[in-house]
């Protein structure tokens, strides 16, 4: 099979090591993405934002992985605040409404930044 990845050119993937998301065959698989661009947090205190910027990335990472955002079957939300889900479903649902994949969201303590308050990852199959 092969294998086909995605870099955003983030300094992270290479100090990490590891790529935006990866094709192997039919499955995508999309790292922990946040609200983070060149180096600069997007949606400060607003995990609606938040939540809409990363989804956008990674709709761009799926794109370019000849997928979209119909191919996700599996949503993992990771937000640092859970009485603020209602926001974070919110924009999950605009991009997700008629697709609805399996969707889980969790809160954790933190997340790498403390001004990050969503992180998601998403899993797709292509047919």
Do not use: C
Not at 7 to 18: I, K, M
Not at 68 to 79: K, Y
Request: negative net charge; without cysteine.
């Amino acid at each position: 099979m092969s294998k086909k990845q995605v870099f955003t050119g983030s300094p992270w993937e290479s100090v990490v090591g590891y790529s935006r998301a990866i094709r192997i065959g039919n499955r995508i698989e999309v790292a922990g993405t946040t609200a983070m661009q060149d180096g600069e947090i997007v949606g400060v205190g607003d995990p609606y934002a938040q939540t809409k910027f990363i989804l956008h990335t990674i709709e761009k990472a799926l794109n370019q992985l000849d997928a979209d955002l119909s191919h996700v079957i599996r949503t993992r939300m990771f937000v640092t605040d859970i009485s603020r889900w209602e926001e974070v479903g919110k924009a999950h649902g605009e991009f997700f409404k008629d697709i609805q994949p399996v969707a889980t969201m969790v809160e954790v303590k933190a997340l790498i930044d403390p001004l990050l308050l969503v992180e998601i990852e998403v899993e797709a199959f292509v047919e």
